[in-house]
């Protein structure tokens, strides 16, 4: 055991840069003796996380499984809003117990239990049902699936800054993000490159079964992190907590602004499909591949996330303005694609594009939840987290709703909407405090 220790603390030391005297901002003493083998412990579970997510995702893997077993197209419109804002928007009221219990982690694990349990009924559904029938509960059980997420997400991120000292946090977020990608693209490779090719039902349910063992496996690592026990005098009613939440947004100008400047920061991810839809107007269904997009996420994880870590840990206001300057810059460059010479409208140039947006969405989400742990109270972290997610959630149906445009004016016009709203994130995002 001593010797596992020891390598575990030496892995650390070179992720980390961190000298023999270790420095532990922000956590206590005996948290600080177990952060190498909890560091170890966090990036094994996001891994295996990080490749579930890929391989059952709502934007990329979903809808193709619904198509191929019969489900109406309308059905894949729902499933990214009810991701996101199924995730995001109950958070506020969820948040009002964590404060009542002194380990928070089993509200990562538990949640990614159920989210195993989901994918299981998924599989089953995936396996016998067709048609509108299996549409629905598909629903159904994203629904679970991202109330669930939500839950894990105020739960990570208290856990993340009790046993995660100041200035480490960032580069956990990459580690995650990059052994995710490593095995994203493994999987990619092996298997989703020839699964558009496939319509076998049996390799459909088993590429969802995957996504509940992984889930399964990374909660009973999560649970082997060592968490001191928090205080718990904070736990309120949901309806102190929405009092308590609207407190701490009329006091907290920093608060008001990160909101802001993360909703904005939403065009983002909100403007990617939409890469994929002006990619086939102008190329064909040939850059719609499905292995294609995976790969992409798997490339951007592995390439990006190391330095998007460190840049965070240095300081993740200006990874936030980085990141918006960039994004607005590509997705105006994707609006600008149908001007391009003929010669430059090829495949390898609309997927560079798109490989750049996966990457510019890692260093939005890595910065955004770096500040927000680092800027967060102690005493008030879960409440937070959960204000700022049911705000973003609120953000998501706004921004859901923008997609309409596209069938109005077009789709460079909306792109081009998504890219002013990365520049106006800019202003808010300038006056943030440094953390």
Same mark, same amino acid.
């Given at each position: 055991?001593?010797?596992?220790?020891?390598?575990?603390?030496?892995?650390?030391?070179?992720?980390?840069?961190?000298?023999?005297?270790?420095?532990?901002?922000?956590?206590?003493?005996?948290?600080?003796?177990?952060?190498?083998?909890?560091?170890?412990?966090?990036?094994?579970?996001?891994?295996?996380?990080?490749?579930?997510?890929?391989?059952?995702?709502?934007?990329?893997?979903?809808?193709?499984?619904?198509?191929?077993?019969?489900?109406?197209?309308?059905?894949?419109?729902?499933?990214?809003?009810?991701?996101?804002?199924?995730?995001?928007?109950?958070?506020?009221?969820?948040?009002?117990?964590?404060?009542?219990?002194?380990?928070?982690?089993?509200?990562?694990?538990?949640?990614?239990?159920?989210?195993?349990?989901?994918?299981?009924?998924?599989?089953?559904?995936?396996?016998?049902?067709?048609?509108?029938?299996?549409?629905?509960?598909?629903?159904?059980?994203?629904?679970?699936?991202?109330?669930?997420?939500?839950?894990?997400?105020?739960?990570?991120?208290?856990?993340?800054?009790?046993?995660?000292?100041?200035?480490?946090?960032?580069?956990?977020?990459?580690?995650?993000?990059?052994?995710?990608?490593?095995?994203?693209?493994?999987?990619?490779?092996?298997?989703?490159?020839?699964?558009?090719?496939?319509?076998?039902?049996?390799?459909?349910?088993?590429?969802?079964?995957?996504?509940?063992?992984?889930?399964?496996?990374?909660?009973? #690592?999560?649970?082997? #992190?060592?968490?001191?026990?928090?205080?718990?005098?904070?736990?309120?009613?949901?309806?102190?907590?929405?009092?308590?939440?609207?407190?701490?947004?009329?006091?907290?100008?920093?608060?008001?602004?990160?909101?802001?400047?993360?909703?904005?920061?939403?065009?983002?991810?909100?403007?990617?499909?939409?890469?994929?839809?002006?990619?086939?107007?102008?190329?064909?269904?040939?850059?719609?591949?499905?292995?294609?997009?995976?790969?992409?996420?798997?490339?951007?994880?592995?390439?990006?996330?190391?330095?998007?870590?460190?840049?965070?840990?240095?300081?993740?206001?200006?990874?936030?303005?980085?990141?918006?300057?960039?994004?607005?810059?590509?997705?105006?460059?994707?609006?600008?694609?149908?001007?391009?010479?003929?010669?430059?409208?090829?495949?390898?140039?609309?997927?560079?594009?798109?490989?750049?947006?996966?990457?510019?969405?890692?260093?939005?989400?890595?910065?955004?939840?770096?500040?927000?742990?680092?800027?967060?109270?102690?005493?008030?972290?879960?409440?937070?987290?959960?204000?700022?997610?049911?705000?973003?959630?609120?953000?998501?149906?706004?921004?859901?709703?923008?997609?309409?445009?596209?069938?109005?004016?077009?789709?460079?016009?909306?792109?081009?909407?998504?890219?002013?709203?990365?520049?106006?994130?800019?202003?808010?995002?300038?006056?943030?405090?440094?953390?």
């Amino acid at each position: 055991m001593r010797k596992k220790e020891a390598l575990t603390e030496k892995v650390y030391e070179w992720i980390t840069d961190e000298g023999e005297v270790r420095a532990c901002a922000n956590i206590s003493d005996s948290a600080c003796r177990e952060v190498p083998n909890n560091f170890a412990k966090n990036v094994a579970s996001g891994a295996l996380s990080k490749l579930a997510e890929q391989l059952v995702h709502p934007g990329t893997t979903l809808p193709w499984i619904l198509a191929a077993i019969g489900v109406p197209g309308a059905f894949s419109g729902a499933l990214v809003p009810i991701k996101d804002a199924g995730s995001l928007l109950p958070q506020l009221l969820v948040s009002a117990k964590i404060r009542s219990y002194p380990r928070r982690k089993w509200f990562w694990v538990i949640p990614a239990w159920v989210q195993a349990l989901s994918l299981l009924a998924m599989a089953g559904v995936v396996w016998n049902a067709e048609g509108a029938w299996a549409g629905w509960m598909l629903l159904a059980c994203l629904v679970v699936f991202s109330g669930s997420s939500g839950v894990a997400s105020i739960g990570f991120k208290d856990v993340t800054a009790k046993t995660i000292p100041k200035g480490k946090r960032g580069q956990l977020l990459a580690m995650r993000a990059s052994a995710g990608g490593i095995l994203t693209l493994a999987a990619g490779s092996l298997l989703l490159t020839d699964l558009s090719e496939n319509s076998d039902r049996t390799v459909l349910a088993l590429l969802v079964l995957s996504g509940a063992v992984l889930w399964a496996v990374s909660g009973l #690592i999560f649970s082997r #992190i060592v968490e001191d026990k928090g205080a718990t005098s904070g736990g309120r009613t949901p309806l102190q907590e929405l009092k308590k939440a609207w407190g701490f947004w009329r006091a907290d100008r920093n608060l008001r602004l990160f909101v802001v400047t993360r909703g904005l920061l939403m065009a983002i991810p909100l403007a990617q499909p939409f890469f994929v839809i002006l990619g086939r107007q102008q190329l064909g269904a040939a850059f719609a591949n499905l292995g294609l997009m995976v790969l992409a996420a798997g490339i951007a994880g592995v390439i990006s996330s190391p330095f998007w870590g460190r840049f965070a840990d240095r300081s993740s206001k200006k990874l936030m303005l980085l990141v918006a300057a960039l994004g607005a810059s590509n997705v105006a460059l994707m609006a600008s694609f149908p001007l391009w010479p003929d010669a430059l409208q090829q495949n390898y140039f609309l997927a560079l594009l798109f490989l750049i947006q996966v990457m510019v969405h890692g260093g939005a989400r890595l910065s955004r939840k770096t500040y927000l742990v680092d800027f967060a109270p102690e005493a008030d972290r879960p409440s937070y987290v959960s204000l700022s997610n049911t705000a973003i959630g609120l953000f998501t149906l706004i921004g859901a709703a923008l997609g309409t445009l596209a069938g109005v004016f077009g789709v460079q016009v909306l792109l081009l909407v998504f890219s002013g709203l990365l520049l106006l994130a800019l202003l808010p995002g300038s006056q943030l405090k440094e953390v």
